[in-house]
């Protein structure tokens, strides 16, 4: 039997390598033996189950409501593909023990997962997928047939996904955005998003279009994940039919991206700071922001010239989710597009971010490219970009430990200030200007993040740290 090892808020794997239903069945079993040894109180002996669109994912999410059904629970269960935060929003709500998601979010198609979702609605924490990792194997796989169980009611069909639409239009002015006729494109990148916005905008003036919306289990080759470089098929056909924005999700819909109407990306960092703009200065909301070590400097500008609080945690949504469970919590974010907010789920979740931004065109009622040339104008140029690179996993500590000792003196033109090395190794200048190293919690890849003051320096950077990769 092959060793599984937990990632940072779950297991994933190749497809039919690793992940095979064998394995699948060991770690829904000691996932059950775990909410079996740790109640919670006030919540029921259930857990909600999706999946994504990816290859047999629908196989094994039947195969864990089976093996959850054998251990004595009740099983939610959705009857076709759906939206993370939608399972995320359902295990809350329906005051289940825990839920779990079936997919590999943005990575590539030859992955699979199986995320762990806590009571409270988000991902479960690191102890947690330690804890259940930890009992795989304990115990023989109980179960029984899914026909069975659904005779015998302790498996459930429900489609989650109206609750959780329903509770992510009360977080903005929905009135507003339904009278306010934006010309509203999403490119799906082929995940479980499609169609979801032409669902929350029916029955208003909106006009929207679904890019990229067909099932294909290969993602149309690219890999899901909201980056400008997943955008040429979406870019190319809104240069045809030009809409006023581009909401971008990726392949569990957990993560927002997004491009200007014409096909023109915007990075995640700007996608980040659009939001909190909008959150701070057009609603007047005001809170503790969280952002992750590798997030764009312009949010600790924004943050300081606001007077807000702002909390820097470690690289993952599962540092951010428990700040957002704090009383005075606003908005937390990271590098990805992985963004949450206040009075809703400690999750993230690309849908509602969605929302946000059309209720910010709503509002402002200009251009997105005026309001983030505003931003710049008021907090100058941030130009951000990522490389990734295939890295072997067991030269990574090496790597770190050398970047970490013998860091260069300065970046660009401006004097080293700080090492962090927190989460791989991140150089920071003293004119804000950073160089981030850091490996991938899922993939034998090795991550170069940037910021610099023009599309010419960030590109400088990201090729020195290309250069600091070579022996």
């Not at 494109?185 to 006009?207: P, R, S, W």
């Not at 080759?221 to 870019?235: A, H």
């Not at 050398?402 to 190794?425: C, E, F, H, I």
Request: hydrophobic letters at 40%; one cysteine or more.
């Amino acid at each position: 039997m092959s060793t599984i090892k937990f990632g940072t808020d779950g297991w994933r794997a190749v497809i039919a390598e690793d992940f095979t239903f064998a394995n699948v069945a060991r770690v829904a079993q000691a996932t059950a033996d775990y909410w079996s040894a740790h109640p919670i109180a006030g919540t029921e002996r259930k857990v909600v189950i999706g999946y994504d669109r990816r290859f047999l994912s629908d196989r094994f999410a039947q195969l864990t409501a089976e093996v959850f059904v054998g251990n004595d629970f009740h099983v939610v269960l959705t009857p076709e593909p759906t939206p993370t935060p939608s399972i995320s929003y359902a295990v809350k709500h329906l005051h289940a023990i825990g839920g779990v998601m079936i997919t590999a979010s943005h990575n590539p198609p030859i992955f699979n997962g199986f995320k762990l979702k806590s009571h409270f609605g988000g991902s479960s924490d690191a102890d947690t997928c330690k804890a259940v990792e930890a009992l795989i194997d304990k115990n023989p796989v109980r179960s029984l047939t899914f026909t069975e169980a659904v005779r015998l009611g302790k498996i459930k069909l429900v489609d989650v996904r109206p609750a959780h639409f329903a509770a992510i239009k009360r977080l903005v002015n929905f009135p507003l955005i339904a009278k306010s006729k934006l010309r509203v494109a999403h490119d799906a990148l082929f995940g479980v998003g499609a169609g979801v916005f032409e669902t929350l905008l029916a029955k208003t003036n909106c006009h929207v279009t679904t890019l990229n919306g067909r099932y294909d289990v290969l993602f149309g080759g690219i890999c899901p994940e909201p980056l400008p470089k997943n955008y040429v098929l979406g870019g190319a056909q809104l240069r045809k039919n030009p809409h006023d924005i581009c909401l971008v999700t990726d392949g569990d819909s957990d993560r927002i991206g997004g491009m200007d109407g014409r096909g023109n990306p915007f990075t995640n960092q700007q996608i980040i700071a659009l939001l909190l703009h909008h959150l701070v200065q057009n609603r007047g909301d005001r809170g503790v922001v969280t952002k992750t070590y590798n997030t764009t400097a312009m949010v600790d500008k924004m943050c300081a010239a606001w007077h807000l609080p702002l909390t820097e945690v470690g690289i993952g949504f599962r540092f951010i989710a428990p700040e957002m469970m704090k009383p005075g919590a606003l908005f937390g974010a990271e590098e990805s597009g992985s963004v949450g907010f206040a009075h809703h789920i400690p999750e993230r979740d690309g849908l509602a971010a969605g929302l946000f931004l059309l209720e910010m065109l709503a509002m402002e009622k200009i251009s997105v490219n005026k309001i983030w040339a505003k931003l710049e104008k008021e907090f100058g140029p941030h130009r951000y970009g990522r490389y990734d690179a295939h890295y072997p996993l067991e030269k990574r500590a090496a790597l770190m430990a050398k970047l970490q000792a013998n860091p260069p003196a300065k970046l660009l033109r401006s004097k080293l200030a700080k090492v962090d090395a927190r989460d791989g190794v991140k150089f920071v200048a003293a004119d804000s200007t950073w160089l981030m190293l850091r490996g991938s919690g899922t993939e034998p890849v090795l991550r170069i993040y940037a910021e610099g003051k023009s599309d010419a320096d960030r590109d400088k950077l990201l090729k020195l740290g290309r250069s600091l990769l070579v022996d």
